[in-house]
């Protein structure tokens, strides 16, 4: 049975910094590209960043310079690394692995206020 499973998430301030994990398992992690979603209240979910199998990532406008992502194929983990925190960054956060089908996570709540 595959399964994604999101944590990290939590209430932090304006400028702070979080870590999420999506731990994998029930798939061959490593042949899997890999992104993070997020989706506020009220509106659409939206891609933030992803990682290919080769170590390749790319990242939505709005998280660039602020946010990282990284994989651990030896531990079957996506990460993502969110730094300057704003409150639009808001949002449950959800893992996709993608190679021959496509796979979600349940998501993870950050809520960025003070």
């Known amino acids: 049975q595959v399964q994604l499973a999101e944590s990290g998430g939590d209430l932090v301030q304006p400028g702070g910094s979080l870590r999420l994990s999506c731990a994998a398992s029930g798939i061959t992690f490593s042949r899997y590209a890999m992104d993070w979603y997020r989706q506020a209240p009220g509106k659409q979910r939206e891609f933030v960043a992803g990682i290919g199998v080769g170590g390749g990532t790319s990242y939505a406008n709005d998280v660039q310079g602020r946010f990282a992502i990284s994989r651990d194929n030896a531990k079957d983990t996506l990460y993502l690394d969110m730094n300057s925190l704003k409150p639009e960054d808001t949002a449950v956060y959800y893992c996709?692995?993608?190679?021959?089908?496509?796979?979600w996570g349940q998501g993870t709540q950050v809520i960025v206020s003070s």
């Open positions: 996709k692995g993608r190679w021959n089908r496509e796979y």
